[in-house]
């Protein structure tokens, strides 16, 4: 008997260990939050660049009962963007070269005088807001979308003398957020390359006139994305010197700038550096590189991400700049001038 006496303590060791053990394996739930998100791509096969991509931003309210928020189909659309952004960063794209860090904001919350009859009631279940984007890159895109409510209360007038801010009983206050990505194909639709090839055979068709020629250019120029800026370069380089180069080179410019010819750089430092490029636009590019030195070699490509041109093209162009403050022609040379003065370990002695 005191032999079984003896193992009951450590049987029942063994049992409450199993116990604790058991209960320890069990994932702990955690209540809903009251509001969440979830961003849905529909056509995910078929998202290409220039093309818009239509994005369901899904808001649950998980509680029993509805929730005050501010109406975002009644808020101006710099407001509204703030409430329900979207946020698209392109990943993966030909020649991605991401800065080591990124000083950046998110859209921050918001707060106005707002009427009661800014407000909605958001009923339990699901609301469905529609939302687009047009991917400039092709790789692959990134989206993040929130929904965001800063403020509770709105302003209640009883006479003109008295006014008092009211809150809302069932108002809710916070952020919610989800992301997807998609991939974005490395070609343009069949219908835009049918497109592009008539363009193409329009610019290098011998009797078309020069007019019909800037209007090509125009209206690829227009579209600004990754593809445009190509057909814009290759078009530049194909063009003998005249009116018709100067335009698609003042559209590369731009696009340069924007971020969508990041890849035309190198180019671009050989036509700053050429005394036959018109005045004025060695003067922009002289200005719009010495920007993007100032800030590290970083680049933002059309809003939907951030580049860094590799340190050997940083000092082409550095070296450029510095050439060219004792450029013959002395507004270009005071130009050059100016910038170098705003680049760290660069400046004129």
Do not use: C
């Amino acid at each position: 008997m005191s032999a079984i006496y003896d193992k009951v303590p450590v049987l029942l060791f063994l049992v409450l260990f199993a116990s604790s053990t058991a209960g320890a394996e069990q994932p702990q739930e955690h209540p809903p939050k009251p509001i969440e998100v979830s961003v849905v791509v529909d056509d995910q096969d078929g998202v290409y660049v220039g093309q818009t991509v239509s994005v369901r931003v899904v808001v649950r309210n998980t509680t029993a009962g509805p929730l005050m928020v501010l109406d975002w189909e009644k808020l101006s659309p710099s407001t509204r963007n703030l409430m329900v952004p979207l946020q698209v960063t392109a990943m993966d794209y030909p020649g991605q070269n991401k800065p080591r860090s990124i000083m950046g904001g998110g859209a921050g919350f918001f707060a106005s005088t707002w009427s009661k009859d800014h407000y909605r009631a958001l009923p339990p279940g699901e609301t469905v807001i529609e939302r687009s984007f047009a991917p400039m890159l092709p790789g692959r895109a990134r989206i993040r979308a929130s929904f965001r409510n800063s403020h509770n209360a709105f302003w209640e007038s009883r006479t003109l003398r008295e006014i008092k801010e009211v809150n809302w009983e069932n108002g809710w206050v916070g952020s919610a957020f989800d992301t997807t990505a998609v991939s974005v194909a490395d070609r343009l639709a069949a219908e835009d390359q049918e497109r592009y090839a008539g363009y193409r055979r329009t610019l290098q068709d011998p009797s078309t006139f020069p007019e019909e020629k800037l209007k090509v250019l125009s209206e690829v120029v227009a579209e600004r994305h990754y593809f445009a800026a190509r057909f814009i370069r290759d078009a530049y380089e194909a063009f003998e010197p005249g009116p018709v180069k100067e335009a698609a080179l003042e559209h590369l410019v731009d696009l340069a700038q924007f971020g969508t010819a990041y890849e035309s750089f190198p180019l671009l430092v050989e036509v700053m550096a050429d005394e036959k490029t018109p005045q004025e636009i060695r003067k922009t590019l002289i200005g719009w590189m010495g920007d993007v030195l100032a800030r590290g070699g970083r680049q933002n490509l059309a809003g939907q991400a951030f580049h860094q041109y590799p340190e050997p093209l940083q000092q082409e162009a550095r070296q450029a700049i510095k050439l060219l403050a004792r450029d013959r022609n002395p507004l270009i040379a005071a130009k050059a001038r100016e910038v170098l003065k705003r680049l760290p370990d660069e400046k004129e002695k």
